[in-house]
């Protein structure tokens, strides 16, 4: 069966001499010894040291890694997973359906970029995701002789420093990005954490390429805010009323002021004008005005320790760290009657978009990709590969059922999961929010049935992963919002591990506290009943694990602990660690007998069922929720339930469908149409576009931005390495000072204009003879060598190379300044040029140009700071 | 330095260059492969006799081709398809909200509306050009006909084809330089024919004649490029900008609205001249006797007078009937009240509205009576000078050439300026 499907698919016949190859070395590689093995690895290094081509130990390199894998984690890739990291090699994005083995497959590719030495980075979508996959295929690494390393929120610098400068680094997108932005603010060579950009594959690639494209990743600093501005503007908005003084627009929350508004205001504060750009009052009172109507306590915000914390709408968590721009968190802290923070201002800004094309090569794996392919190619040049399952696929999408409106639609839905669920098929119903989600649970609690509750309330986080992992087990009813419960498999028949797990720690914290409080064997007990069906090790090790003081000691939390990273101890610090790792084993072979009979038995009922209760914006997140079940050749049905007035159709489906539907359908019963489902893809479409638009829009104006970055970062890390600083100095000076000569030249100035800035700048006064141009040129700049050398000697006496220290500083801190302050003026740019679209000119064209001219105007200046600076400080 | 920048720009903008001009050539080509089944002499014959037939066809091919080519039909229905459809957007809401819209389903809905309206233009066209010559073939038939209409129709499409690869992978607009070249090309013919028939006064004042001739050319281009690119320029504050801490910043004079003096492009001089040459035209096709008798006062300066307000007002009527569909003050006030932007020095609302409308109003009356007077300028100096054969340099003509000219410049310039941050790189 394998062999059939792989032999059709166009890609096999690309890679067939590839995978014969490494088919052959199979055999070879395995009768060699474990330290055969890992002096392979050095050999291969040496070969690609020597022929600095990756394709010739292609074939060695990933047959090696499959045997690692093996001797290992027991686990062998498949031929497909083979063609997987073949993909991921040339540079191309390797479509694979959930539960094929995705991080199996990156091993294949790490492993062999790794043996460059340059280092590879594997992003995934969460510090847990990073943590696990570290774990486990870490081993595989460690037995080939590759260090791996791992990215946490909480790790220090050099923390951060030691795991990028392992071969291979588990790392989230946003740590990865914010350690960029980060170096290059350092002011320090040993600050400095990332190595250069190698190799990078990116895991759930259409999340983070294209879902969180758009969102930028600021670093800010705080600068000095005037406070008594938020404190009158809200004292104002006492005085103004809703409807008469501003209108408020819910949806964009915007604020927009009447006519009558802007008179009362300008009569409270006594000014003419309230956009007068001397006393501007207009950000302040609308920010103000804002605070009061659109940003609620414990809605949007709440107050903790004299501290506005911003509260995620969709999620419902608390975000610690972030602040409102524009002087909106000022806003409302003075609402609020709380002391007023400083402002912040971006210090340094990048986007996904343009931060993953820093790599050199860059490669990612998902199971939607196919389609949002032209968006990769045109944005990332990146190409979509899919690749074929192991097992046929035996998922069967059912078409979609349309109902004249939600509450038949939702009726359906909840009868369908009773009737489906009595007969024992599990079953997964996808929405879109969180209100949905409870919504349905609601619906379901009234035909009483059972069923777990999977969104991103902080509450059901916890328990996430394993609600998703028991989502497979007979009868089972869940419900999830879309984003939840990624990376984590359905397994048919439920997960063996969590319930071992939970029964486990049932078990020991039972146990535990029976003893402390009794201090007798459990068997001298009446709870002797509760332990009769384990075996007689299991109750032995019991036992033993119980008389260890040290494990008495353990609290609840820890015990859980110790349960959970079970696999990542590879050599154990207590006796009990190895004794519970006993009892884990001996429970897992009792219930696996028992979960492959369920698991049987869920298969022969059909295997998972999803619904989906309404299209999403876009088929890759229909195409994801389908891909829960039918994993690994697995039977699955997929259907969604859609209704005529769901968001999607209302405003992309066209007036045409409303009308030709309604007149169709007079009562409950659904329309599966195919025709209708040809319209609903269309409108989906529409949307795609629609967004990708917008992302293409801001790349194209990031761009712009990206090139300038790219020269500004470039020249900061020479700076930061230390090279030529003195070289660079005297060619910042002798521009300076040509351009002044320039400009003397064109009659931009005067000749005492002149003399009065080199005077500025160097501090020294100039005696001149009238010279020809020539002649000045050549007189300024050896008077400018001359003070340099002076100054510098100067610095040198406090102190051996301080005046190299120094240099450095200075240039450095005038850099970022300069960048700052850059990055200020381009958000404004790009505001003030969306208006030259009525002049019936190209927007885009105006900002290139104008941001060209800001750019060069800002290195202008930095020069001119930096001599200044240099010249003119003094040690106290 | 300086040469790895510009072997850069060569790799861009040569094989662009190069693609721009083949295309152009090819279709310069496609102008004199004759239609099969068109007898060149009999048609000769035709066009040496009938004099109508003669300005018609001059119309047509923009020069006076004695060659029924391929491509003769040329860009011209995709021109007045794309009229037409401007004509409907101003008339349609529905598809003035696409166009608003800018997205890409939008554009192409609208995109794919001209494409068929060109076709259903040139095959009407290709049917004029067939029944026309009827009376100078020998042997016409249905058969012929037909045949006539489905080379000329497909010629069309193919220059629309062709017109829209130079708009994508060359450089500048496909249909705008295919406009350029047809008058361009008649120029030499223009030069000739006016030499020719000038000639015949005195020869001085034929050396005078062309001396202003060439002034007033300058003047006229100079106005155009003023009348193109020329905007007024609306000092904007945004509350934003309002939010940084320096003065310095808060006073920047970047952020503004441009408003163009000539808001509508060639269509009010395009509607006015349709206007005024239907009496013409009348009168060529002998409808109307008694606009004959009218016809003969031309020379008379009253009539001219009357002629020459009627384009003035016309002109002036259109331009600010386009101007109000195009820059609506009430949108434009409500915008920027909606990005909490006003206009400096206005308070905004009711009087931001006014202002705006007064502001329009003044730029479109100038720009307007310079549009006016630009078009009247070959009609005052024929007059005058009593030259002929200056109809071909009309002003819409200079118009398009101008704004060709500036397209192209401005597209130029986008290239370099993608590439031009290489050569900060060290």
């Not at chain 2, 066009?47 to 300005?55: D, G, L, S």
Request: proline residues 3%.
């Amino acid at each position: 069966m394998e062999k059939n499907l792989l032999k059709k698919s166009p890609i096999f016949k690309k890679y067939q001499t590839v995978i014969s190859q490494i088919n052959n070395l199979e055999e070879t590689f395995q009768m060699l010894s474990d330290n055969d093995l890992r002096t392979q690895t050095s050999k291969l290094k040496k070969r690609y040291q020597e022929s600095k081509n990756l394709n010739s130990v292609i074939a060695e390199s990933f047959a090696l890694t499959r045997e690692a894998s093996v001797r290992t984690l027991g686990l062998r890739h498949f031929d497909v997973q083979l063609i997987g990291g073949l993909v991921l090699n040339d540079q191309k994005i390797a479509e694979m359906k959930t539960g094929e083995g995705k991080t199996l497959v990156a091993t294949l590719s790490a492993s062999l970029n790794a043996l460059t030495e340059k280092g590879v980075h594997i992003i995934t979508v969460n510090d847990y995701l990073a943590s696990r996959d570290q774990a486990s295929m870490g081993q595989i690494y460690k037995f080939l002789g590759f260090q791996t390393g791992l990215i946490q929120d909480d790790m220090s610098k050099s923390e951060r420093k030691q795991n990028y400068n392992s071969d291979i680094t588990y790392v989230t997108n946003y740590a990865v990005t914010f350690d960029f932005l980060y170096d290059n603010m350092a002011l320090n060579s040993s600050d400095v954490v990332l190595r250069p950009f190698n190799y990078c594959i990116i895991d759930e690639v259409d999340s983070v390429l294209i879902d969180e494209a758009q969102t930028p990743l600021i670093i800010s600093n705080s600068i000095e805010t005037p406070v008594d501005k938020y404190i009158i503007a809200a004292e104002i908005t006492n005085y103004l009323n809703s409807g008469v003084h501003f209108t408020v627009d819910e949806k964009n929350k915007n604020i927009v002021l009447t006519e009558k508004g802007s008179k009362q205001i300008e009569d409270i504060l006594q000014v003419q004008d309230l956009y007068d750009p001397r006393q501007p009052w207009i950000p302040y009172v609308i920010n103000a005005i804002k605070a009061n109507t659109l940003f609620l306590n414990n809605v949007h915000y709440i107050i903790q320790n004299e501290r506005i914390i911003i509260v995620d709408e969709f999620t419902g968590r608390i975000m610690p760290d972030r602040r409102w721009g524009d002087g909106l968190h000022q806003a409302i802290e003075a609402k609020e009657k709380l002391p007023i923070r400083q402002k912040s201002e971006t210090a340094a800004a990048i986007t996904y978009q343009n931060f993953f094309l820093l790599y050199p090569k860059l490669s990612g794996m998902t199971g939607t990709g196919k389609t949002a392919e032209i968006e990769f190619e045109k944005i990332y040049k990146l190409s979509v590969d899919e690749i074929p399952t192991a097992r046929p696929p035996l998922r069967n999408d059912l078409t979609d059922l349309v109902y004249k409106d939600q509450f038949s639609k939702w009726n359906a839905i909840a009868t369908t999961c009773n009737q489906i669920s009595s007969t024992g098929q599990p079953v997964l119903i996808g929405t879109t929010t969180v209100e949905k989600s409870e919504m349905l649970a609601e619906l379901l609690n009234e035909y009483q049935l059972s069923y777990q509750l999977l969104n991103a309330k902080p509450e059901n986080v916890r328990r996430e992963s394993e609600i998703v992992a028991q989502a497979g087990k007979q009868s089972a009813i869940t419900i999830a919002t879309n984003m939840a419960g990624r990376g984590t498999d359905i397994i048919l028949g439920g997960n063996t591990s969590f319930t071992v797990q939970r029964e486990l720690y049932d078990i020991l914290t039972f146990s535990r506290n029976y003893i402390l409080a009794k201090k007798i064997t459990i068997f001298e007990s009446s709870l002797k009943a509760r332990f009769y069906c384990n075996s007689q090790k299991f109750l032995s090790v019991l036992c033993s694990v119980l008389n260890d003081s040290n494990f008495l000691k353990l609290s609840d939390v820890e015990i859980l602990r110790t349960l959970r990273e079970n696999d990542k101890i590879s050599i154990p610090n207590y006796s009990y660690q190895c004794s519970i790792k006993c009892l884990i084993n001996e429970l897992q072979d009792y219930y696996k007998k028992h979960q492959q009979q369920e698991n049987k038995i869920v298969k022969n009922l059909g295997g998972l069922y999803i619904i989906g209760t309404e299209r999403n914006d876009s088929r890759r997140v229909d195409n994801q929720l389908r891909g829960r079940c039918g994993r690994q050749g697995d039977p699955g049905t997929s259907q969604f339930f859609l209704s005529l007035d769901d968001t999607l159709l209302r405003l992309f489906g066209g007036p045409k469908i409303q009308t030709f539907l309604q007149a169709q359908m007079t009562d409950d019963a659904p329309l599966e149409s195919k025709m209708l489902t040809k319209s609903l893809n269309l409108a989906q479409q529409r949307v795609e576009e629609r967004a990708y638009q917008q992302r293409k829009n801001l790349f194209d104006y990031d761009e712009i931005l990206n090139k300038q970055r790219q020269i500004i970062y470039t020249d900061r890390k020479g700076i930061l390495a230390n090279q030529a600083l003195e070289k660079i100095m005297l060619v910042l000076g002798e521009q300076i000072l040509t351009d002044i000569v320039v400009d003397l030249n064109k009659e931009k100035l005067s000749y005492n204009e002149m003399i009065t800035l080199f005077e500025n700048l160097s501090g020294k006064n100039l005696i001149l003879n009238n010279k020809d141009l020539e002649g000045l040129k050549r007189y300024l700049i050896t008077e400018f060598w001359l003070i340099y050398q002076a100054r510098k000697s100067e610095f040198d006496i406090y102190g051996l190379s301080i005046g190299q220290k120094f240099e450095q500083g200075i240039i450095l801190l005038n850099i970022d300044q300069i960048w700052q302050e850059h990055l200020q003026k381009i958000t404004l740019l790009r505001d003030a040029v969306s208006w030259r679209g009525y002049g019936q000119q190209n927007p885009l064209y105006e900002y290139k140009r104008e941001a060209f001219g800001m750019f060069s105007e800002q290195v202008k200046v930095l020069r001119h700071l930096i001599i200044y600076d240099f010249l003119r400080s003094y040690i106290l | 330095m300086k040469s790895k920048n510009s072997n850069k720009l060569k790799d861009i903008l040569l094989p662009r260059i190069l693609l721009t001009i083949g295309i152009l050539l090819l279709i310069r080509t496609g102008t004199f492969l004759p239609v099969p089944g068109i007898d060149p002499i009999d048609l000769d014959c035709y066009i040496q006799r009938t004099p109508v037939a003669k300005n018609l066809i001059s119309t047509f091919a923009g020069d006076s081709a004695f060659v029924i080519g391929l491509f003769t039909l040329n860009i011209f229905p995709f021109v007045n398809a794309t009229i037409f459809v401007q004509l409907l957007i101003a008339f349609s809401p529905r598809l003035a909200q696409l166009q608003k819209e800018g997205d890409f389903e939008g554009k192409r809905t609208i995109s794919r509306l001209t494409r068929n309206i060109t076709l259903f233009v040139s095959i009407a066209q290709s049917v004029g050009v067939a029944l026309y010559l009827r009376p100078a073939l020998f042997e016409w038939n249905i058969l012929l006909a037909s045949e006539i209409v489905l080379w000329l129709t497909s010629g069309a499409m193919i220059v629309l084809w062709l017109s829209e690869i130079i708009t994508d992978y060359g450089l500048g607009n496909g249909s705008s330089l295919l406009i350029y070249i047809n008058i361009v090309s008649n120029l030499p013919n223009l030069s000739k024919k006016l030499l020719l028939e000038n000639s015949e006064t005195s020869v001085f004042l034929s050396f005078t004649s062309i001396i202003i001739l060439l002034v007033l050319g300058l003047a006229s281009f100079y106005g155009i490029v003023f009348l193109q690119n020329g905007t007024l320029r609306i000092p904007l504050i945004s509350a934003r900008q309002l939010n940084q801490s320096s003065f310095q910043d808060r006073n920047r004079k970047a952020n503004y609205l441009p408003l163009r003096f000539n808001q509508a492009g060639v269509m009010p001089v395009i509607l006015t001249t349709s206007f005024l040459v239907v009496p013409r035209y009348l009168i060529n096709l002998g409808i109307f006797p008694w606009l004959e008798s009218l016809a003969s006062f031309k020379s008379n300066l009253f009539v001219q007078l009357i002629y020459w307000i009627g384009y003035f007002v016309l002109i002036l009527a259109f331009s600010s009937f386009y101007s109000s569909i195009v820059l609506n003050p009430k949108d434009l006030s409500d915008q920027l009240q909606k990005q909490a932007v006003k206009i400096a020095g206005v308070r905004p609302g009711v009087s931001t509205v006014l202002y705006l409308k007064r502001e329009i109003q003044r730029i479109t009356r100038f720009g307007a009576i310079l549009l006016a007077s630009l078009t009247i300028i070959p009609n005052f100096i024929e007059s005058t000078y009593h030259l002929t054969g200056l109809n071909g340099l009309s002003t819409t003509s200079f118009l398009i050439l101008g704004g060709v000219i500036l397209d192209l410049k401005r597209e130029v310039n986008d290239i370099l300026l993608s590439d031009i941050y290489r050569d900060l790189y060290q």
